[in-house]
Each structure stands twice: as C-alpha cells, then as structure tokens.
Nanobody, 113 residues
Framework: VQLVESGGGWVQAGGSLRLSCAASGVIFSIKAMGWYRQAPGKQRELVATISKAGSTNYADSVKDRFTISRDNAKNTVYLQMNILKPEDSAVYYC????????WGQGTQVTVSS
C-alpha cells in the first residue's frame, strides 16, 4: 500500500489549506483513515479520523476548524483546515488502516502569524 499526500504549504494565520492522501496498491478494504501531525520537539498527535462508515473524531484543538472526509471510491482522505493558527504548524501524516496501519511520507504545513 502506498500513500501519496499533497496540499501542504505556507499560509498566514486565519487562512485555509486542504490536504489530500490517496492510497494505492493491493487494497481489499480500508477501515479507518486519519490525519496526525508532529511539530518539532513534540510527539505525533491525532488530528482527526474517519471510519469507513463516515464517523469522525477530532482533537479538541481542531474541532470546528478542521473537517475530515473520504472518498471510498478513490481510496482518498481529505483534511480541510480553516482558520489556521501558528500552533497548527507541523508535519501532517496520513494514516490508513487496512488491517495493518500505513503512514504517508508527511507534508509540511506552516502557518505564519
């Protein structure tokens, strides 16, 4: 299974970015999909997850600002990030559970104040 992330970049505080993560390879069934992030000197933390049925879970710090969604036909998960804050700056990693967890290579998000 390969995961290709896109959509990171630089944005001013208050701006928006949309991350995408497309899974390819031998995939019979994707269970949960999610996004995690890791800032310098900090542990990787959960941002949001979405089940195959569409149930979502968010970190308190991003609730009401970020929206996770998925396209099961395309094996793709998205993260719409609005009202970005400098503390959202991190490397964002896609995670896919197909019975085994796979991670993307990470995409940098930088929010300037």
């Amino acid at each position: 299974v390969q995961l290709v992330e896109s959509g990171g970049g630089w944005v001013q505080a208050g701006g928006s970015l949309r991350l995408s993560c497309a899974a390819s390879g031998v995939i019979f069934s994707i269970k949960a999909m999610g996004w995690y992030r890791q800032a310098p000197g900090k542990q990787r933390e959960l941002v949001a997850t979405i089940s195959k049925a569409g149930s979502t879970n968010y970190a308190d710090s991003v609730k009401d600002r970020f929206t996770i969604s998925r396209d099961n036909a395309k094996n793709t998960v998205y993260l719409q990030m609005n009202i970005l804050k400098p503390e959202d700056s991190a490397v964002y990693y896609c995670n896919v559970d197909v019975g085994v967890n796979y991670w993307g290579q990470g995409t940098q998000v930088t929010v300037s104040s």
